[in-house]
């Protein structure tokens, strides 16, 4: 499972790493919490239930470098879904944020960069819906890869851009 020292990646929060174990006294009752610290956020701290598995299953290992070059090489991410109707799309993508899935996350990122060209392409504006989307998704996944790959977050944008879609 987890261990103390581990770097994890936390829902929405990017990558963490377990500084502690703790057990704190909630209703009479001792419950044992991992303590997360974000590698970006020194000093900020996250209390993970260690026997809840809604929260448990909102914590994952970073990914290996070669699971990243595989998921990035893939050609399911490449898969355009551009969802039309607005509603559904701001729904889809507000569950894709919220689930964390890598795979998704990339394709929704290859889809709206996709989307973004065609529309730019066209002399139209991109939707500032879909810009905080993809700056969401994009967040999300820099910080991970940006560990993962020994690079700088900022990098990791040009990064899976050129593993998508080339230089």
Known sequence: MFQLGDR?????????????????????????????EPVDQPGARFFVPSENPTAL???????SKEELEALLSSAKIQEDHWIADENRRKQR????????????????????????????????KFHLCDENF???????????FSLVLQIQPTEVGKYIKDALMGP
């Open 8 to 36: 994890v990646v936390y829902g929405i929060h990017g990558v963490c790493q377990i500084i502690d174990l703790e057990e704190r006294q909630v209703d009479r009752k001792k419950i044992r919490y991992f303590v997360l």
């Open 57 to 63: 299953a909102k914590l994952r290992h970073v990914i």
């Open 93 to 124: 993508y507000r569950e894709l944020i919220n689930s964390g899935d890598r795979e998704q996350l990339l394709q929704m990122v290859s889809t709206l960069h996709h989307h973004k060209q065609e529309q730019l392409a066209q002399g139209r």
């Open 134 to 144: 993809l700056r969401d998704a994009e967040k999300l996944l820099n910080s991970e």
